[in-house]
């Protein structure tokens, strides 16, 4: 497995963030970024959008909790063979999540290359 300790891990994910266009940012309201080591069920997904897609804010009232947009650190360095690759994956696992937040279809990401 890749090694990348969590600081510079998380330096990568803010690094990924900082190299998104300012389009796709923009409306992100009330979202938060996580890292984790693995999913709780121990799946091998890399990230996870968890919340209301904006096509889905109609029922999204004052005091919700953040939506949430979490990566996760070890699926993430096994499936990367050196660091390249890491950044790469990390930048599209951000665009995959925050599409979901848009209420994009894991299918039309798929269609789009974000998947």
């Not at 890292?35 to 959008?49: F, K, M, N, Q, W």
């Not at 968890?50 to 009232?61: M, N, T, V």
């Not at 660091?83 to 665009?95: G, Q």
Request: charged share 30%.
């Amino acid at each position: 497995m890749l090694e990348v300790s969590h600081e510079e891990f998380e330096s990568l994910v803010a690094d990924g963030l900082d190299s998104l266009h300012d389009d796709m940012l923009q409306q992100l309201d009330n979202v938060i970024f996580l890292i984790e080591d693995r999913p709780a069920d121990g799946s091998d997904l890399l990230g996870v959008y968890e919340g209301f897609s904006l096509a889905e804010r109609d029922a999204y009232g004052y005091g919700e909790e953040p939506d949430r947009i979490t990566l996760f650190r070890e699926n993430l360095l096994e499936h990367c063979a050196d660091r390249e690759e890491l950044v790469a994956e990390i930048r599209v696992t951000l665009v995959h999540e925050i599409a979901h937040f848009y209420g994009i279809s894991e299918e039309r990401i798929h269609e789009l290359g974000w998947g």
